[in-house]
């Protein structure tokens, strides 16, 4: 009996998702990027990371999870780690969570822009694109 492999594993070309291990346990709209220690698993973006996509699901550590591209999909839903304002620009925050860009002075890593506004520990609609960097000058 041959074996099918019915979900988006990360063999090939992907649209708009595909299918990671979690290294730990992941909530969904959450952002996430490449384990460093094992490019097969995914773990929760921070601040100085580039994130790759956002959780659609649950995952307990070491099972699936789908993940929603970044700059690839429809509007994205994403958890908020702060109040958001429709139109800010967004960068990952702590645990995967989503930030409005600071106004201090420095390099960030935008992620997209709010089209709605969410109060700290909400969800937020983003229209992501690919993760690049912002400069906020004084």
């Known amino acids: 009996m041959d ?3 019915l979900s988006n594993v990360a063999l090939g070309t992907h649209e708009d998702c595909l299918t ?4 730990t346990a992941l909530t969904a709209y959450r952002l996430v990027k490449i384990d ?9 973006a921070g601040p100085n990371d580039c994130a790759f996509g956002v959780t659609t699901d649950e995952a307990q550590a070491g099972e699936e999870v789908n993940i929603a591209l970044l700059g690839c999909s429809n509007t994205l839903k994403i958890t908020t780690s702060g109040a958001i304002t429709s139109g800010d620009l967004l960068m990952p925050g702590d645990n995967g969570t989503v ?23 909400g969800t937020v609609e983003v229209l992501t694109s690919f993760p690049s960097q912002c400069s906020v000058t004084a």
Do not use: F, H, R, W
């Open 20 to 23: 990671k291990n979690a290294q």
């Open 36 to 44: 460093p220690s094992n490019g097969d698993q995914v773990m929760y």
């Open 99 to 121: 930030t409005s860009l600071p106004t201090e002075e420095g390099q960030y890593m935008c992620i997209g822009i709010a089209l709605s506004g969410a109060a700290s520990g």
């Open 3 to 5: 074996t099918q492999i």
